[in-house]
């Protein structure tokens, strides 16, 4: 956020409306990111490239709540009146709402688990859509032939979880700071990628449509694991990583002249009473 030295990403977005004084603790747990760092104020691309710890793990978790939330957010879109702010406020609420749900206090400032909270699993990201429609259904938002089918849903999960696996895969084998970049940003491109998001939002429309089954056609083969890595290998080409390096050191300061001495001579005035040297 300009001037506050805070950041503003989908974490933070997910932390405001937990709207409680331990939320970050919580996202924190849910999201394996070490205690030592502060989201609200951590670029994690800026905090990967200086070494930080847990500078890894928060590209992780922000990369996969950011396409969580897009991908969800576009499945539920269509059902919302094509309100996207409404769906996306749905889909956000329903994050935040389990990662209070799994998380607990344990001694300290850490939260334990109480359940697992892997945006890698099908199950997972289809309990978040399934909650996602049910609120914005219960607050009138959403009609029943509206809302999504469950074949949609389903769809989307799996290709949600497939890509939250290459991410997690590529970051945990790749060798530099630009790598892990490499592979987020990828990722993310295929994701909020026109493609995938005009299938899921397609899908997510309620009726049995020849651009809803056309949608899911296109969905269930990026559920395809071998499709989705080359779809992201692919993007990989078109992404291209600034990484700011270091400033060369300073130069050294010049070694001053040095002047022999045992070549020079002196005579004295006697007038003056002063020395007149020359070298030479």
Known sequence: ???????????????????????????????DIPDAVDITTTDPIAALVAGTQGGKELLVATTLVTNLISTLTSLLTKGCGGDAA????FVVGAVASKIREVTGQVSGSRRRLLATFDLASEDTVKTLADNSVFDAKAAGTMA??????????????????????????????????????TSAAAVSAVMQGSEVKDAVENAGGGSATPSASNAL?????FADASTLAAKVTAAKENVVVDVPQAPPPAPPPPVPPVVDLTSCSAECSADDNYYVGSCG
């Open 217 to 221: 056609t296109t969905l269930n083969s």
């Open 144 to 181: 029943g032939a509206d809302a999504p089918s469950s074949d949609a849903i389903a769809a989307v999960a799996k290709v949600s979880s497939g890509a939250a696996t290459v991410l997690k895969t590529d970051v945990e084998t790749a060798s530099t700071p630009e790598a892990m970049i």
């Open 86 to 89: 409404a769906a996306e406020r």
């Open 1 to 31: 956020s300009p001037g506050t030295g805070r950041v503003v990403n989908a974490l933070t977005t997910v932390a405001d409306r937990m709207n409680r004084a331990d939320s970050e603790a919580r996202i924190k747990a849910a999201l």
